[in-house]
């Protein structure tokens, strides 16, 4: 069993940054990737960025070169760096594992996804 806990949502304005952290523990392993998802209110999860034990990373094209998925493997820990945020990246973000292992980052889907976080809320005003 694997438990996630997401940690560093809040209240931004546009243009501003944040930066989520999810601490990963029971037992965790280095072929499964980790990733985070988000869900606005009314709408489907969606895929936000991968990153694998290496340190491989892959996005989608609704954040790239805005937002930087990142891990510290001796924490257990991966964070999301998220700059230049607009309205409508305002969710609920949530940590996720893979199901089965990878090797490389890629999308996946919430098909895909083993364990979840409870998620935490992220607002960005006008």
């Known amino acids: 069993q694997v438990q996630l806990v997401e940690s560093g949502g809040g209240l931004v304005q546009a243009g501003g940054s944040l930066k989520l952290s999810c601490a990963a523990s029971?037992?965790?392993?280095?072929?499964?990737?980790m990733g985070w998802f988000r869900q606005a209110p009314e709408k489907e999860r969606e895929f936000v960025a991968t990153?694998?034990?290496?340190?491989?990373?892959y996005y989608a094209d609704s954040v790239k070169g805005r937002f930087t998925i990142s891990r510290d493997n001796a924490k257990n820990t991966v964070f999301l760096q998220m700059n230049s945020l607009k309205p409508e990246d305002t969710a609920v973000y949530y940590c996720?594992?893979?199901?089965?292992?990878?090797?490389?980052?890629?999308?996946?889907?919430?098909?895909?996804?083993?364990?979840w976080g409870q998620g935490t809320q992220v607002t960005v005003s006008s």
């Open positions: 996720a594992t893979g199901s089965r292992p990878y090797t490389s980052a890629q999308a996946i889907g919430t098909r895909n996804i083993g364990y």
């Open positions: 029971g037992r965790t392993f280095s072929t499964y990737l």
């Open positions: 990153i694998n034990w290496s340190g491989d990373t």
